[in-house]
């Protein structure tokens, strides 16, 4: 299957971009997915090993299990106010 | 009544006000959130608001639904800015109205603490000396299994 993984702030200057896509084995979860990204190497591997994730923008912990498609964004701590 | 949203626009605090109060609510509760000239003692010159828009439109009116809820149903407006703010410039408002005084204070409270704790939303600091960082923040709890 294939998750939508988008970056915001400071991630999306660190990785220089807003999104990419991943391949993951059917009933990966989003610490599989946290962990894919990481294993590609500089500079993925500055995403933090826990980030708050969201799913289809939803908060989501480490164990939520992924779906083809879902749209899964790395959420730096907020700042709102 | 709950209406929310997440705007590029310039905020007006009339609007929002106009969307609470009426004959049965005695107290009406108004807060504006705005840009300060300093932050850890550097004289700060402006602020990038970024979010994850769709999602922050979502989670603002969960948060607006969940003080209504506080306040005994009663009417709630939240209207947060994205973008580039001068000093002084409204970056939220919120605004509440309930028969009596003390559960408009505490609905108005609970939009702009759980704002700081969920809302999906960023800010840059631009310094006086032309430097920027991003705001330390809170990380977002994960949502409780309904």
């Not at chain 2, 009406?28 to 932050?39: A, I, P, S």
């Not at chain 2, 639904?65 to 009417?75: L, Q």
């Amino acid at each position: 299957m294939t998750v939508r993984v988008l970056f915001f702030a400071a991630h999306r200057e660190l990785l220089g971009t807003s999104e990419t896509t991943v391949d993951l084995p059917d009933g990966a979860t989003v610490g599989e997915l946290v962990q894919t990204l990481r294993a590609r190497g500089a500079p993925w591997d500055l995403i933090p090993s826990r980030p708050a994730v969201a799913v289809n923008r939803r908060y989501a912990d480490g164990s939520h299990t992924l779906g083809n498609g879902d749209e899964v964004a790395m959420i730096p701590p907020v700042a709102g106010g | 009544m709950v209406w929310s949203d997440v705007t590029t626009e310039p905020i007006e605090p009339g609007a929002v006000l106009g969307r609470v109060g009426g004959a049965s609510y005695g107290a009406v509760v108004l807060f504006l959130g705005t840009v300060r000239n300093t932050n850890d003692g550097r004289p700060v010159s402006g602020m990038e608001y970024h979010g994850y828009e769709a999602m922050a439109q979502e989670q603002l009116a969960v948060i607006v639904g969940e003080a209504s809820e506080i306040a005994g149903g009663a009417p709630v407006a939240a209207v947060h800015r994205l973008g580039t703010l001068a000093l002084g410039e409204i970056s939220v408002a919120i605004a509440v109205s309930t028969p009596h005084r003390a559960s408009a204070f505490e609905a108005s409270r609970h939009v702009i603490e759980e704002i700081k704790k969920r809302l999906p939303v960023w800010k840059k600091e631009h310094y006086v000396d032309g430097r920027t960082d991003w705001v330390k923040g809170i990380q977002p709890a994960p949502e409780t299994a309904p």
